[in-house]
Antibody, heavy 120, light 110 residues
Framework: QVQLVQSGAEVKKPGASVKVSCKAS????????VHWVRQAPGQGLEWMGI????????SYPQNLQGRVRVTRETSTSTVYMELTSLRSEDTAVYYC?????????????WGQGAMVTVSS | QSVLTQPPSASGTPGQRVTISCSGS????????VNWYRQVPGTAPKLLIY???QRPSGVPDRFSGSKSGTSASLTISGLQSEDEADFFC???????????FGGGTKLTVL
C-alpha cells in the first residue's frame, strides 16, 4: 500500500525541539521529493522544507533557516523534520507530502499529519 | 498573509457550477503548473487538480482547472452536497524558490 505514515502528536515547552518522522512505503523511496508543510489552527499551509531522498539535498524557506532541518534514512525509507527553539507560534499540524515527478507543488501523497503543541 | 489570494468563501446550490479563483504573480502562476487541493477539516489535504488542468485517477470530471496570466481557477460543475470542504491552490514560486499556497476557500453547498 502506497502511504506515508507519520509519528504521533507531541507536546513541547517553548525553547525545546521536536522531531517528526514520516515513513514511506509502497513505492521507491528515492524516486520522489518529500516536502514538509504545516498548518496552524484555522490557518493556511506553510512550506517548511524539501528533501531529495536520493541524495539528501535539502532546501528551506528563508524564515525558518537555522531552525528547521530535514533528513532522511534510506535504509528505512523515512524522512525526518526537526524544528528547534520552539515557540507558541509553531503550534500546528505538520504534514509530510510526496511530489509528483516534474510537478514541484503537486503533492499526490500526504502523511496523516502530526499535531505539535508548544505550551508552557 | 498568503502569497496566493483566494476568496475566503464560496457557495452554491446542488447542481450549480462554482468557480474558485487563485491570484498570484509573475514569479509563480505565470510559468509554473498550478495545483488544487481539497481538505475536509481535521484531515490531510487531497490532490484534486495537478499541472493546472489534470485530474488524478478517481477525481470526477466535474472538477476542472485553468489559468490565465497571474490567475488560476478551479471550477466545480454539478455541485453536490459532499463537495463541501476547504479548497486551496498551490504553485512553485521562482523568486522564493519554494511552493506557495492560497489561504483556502471554504465551499458551502446551500
Amino acid at each position: 500500500q502506497v502511504q506515508l505514515v507519520q509519528s504521533g502528536a507531541e507536546v513541547k515547552k517553548p525553547g525545546a525541539s521536536v522531531k517528526v518522522s514520516c515513513k514511506a512505503s509502497g513505492y521507491t523511496f528515492t524516486d520522489h521529493f518529500v516536502h514538509w508543510v504545516r498548518q496552524a489552527p484555522g490557518q493556511g499551509l506553510e512550506w517548511m522544507g524539501i528533501i531529495n531522498p536520493s541524495d539528501g539535498i535539502t532546501s528551506y524557506p528563508q524564515n525558518l533557516q537555522g531552525r528547521v532541518r530535514v533528513t532522511r534514512e534510506t535504509s528505512t525509507s523515512t524522512v525526518y523534520m526537526e524544528l528547534t527553539s520552539l515557540r507558541s507560534e509553531d503550534t500546528a499540524v505538520y504534514y509530510c507530502a510526496r511530489t509528483i515527478l516534474g510537478i514541484p507543488a503537486g503533492y499526490d501523497l500526504w502523511g496523516q499529519g502530526a499535531m505539535v503543541t508548544v505550551s508552557s | 498573509q498568503s502569497v496566493l489570494t483566494q476568496p475566503p468563501s464560496a457557495s452554491g446550490t446542488p447542481g450549480q457550477r462554482v468557480t474558485i479563483s487563485c491570484s498570484g504573480s509573475s514569479s509563480n502562476i505565470v510559468d509554473n503548473p498550478v495545483n488544487w487541493y481539497r481538505q475536509v477539516p481535521g484531515t490531510a489535504p487531497k490532490l484534486l487538480i495537478y499541472d493546472t488542468n489534470q485530474r488524478p485517477s478517481g477525481v470526477p470530471d466535474r472538477f476542472s482547472g485553468s489559468k490565465s496570466g497571474t490567475s488560476a481557477s478551479l471550477t466545480i460543475s454539478g455541485l453536490q452536497s459532499e463537495d463541501e470542504a476547504d479548497f486551496f491552490c498551490a504553485v512553485w514560486d521562482d523568486s522564493l524558490n519554494g511552493p506557495v499556497f492560497g489561504g483556502g476557500t471554504k465551499l458551502t453547498v446551500l
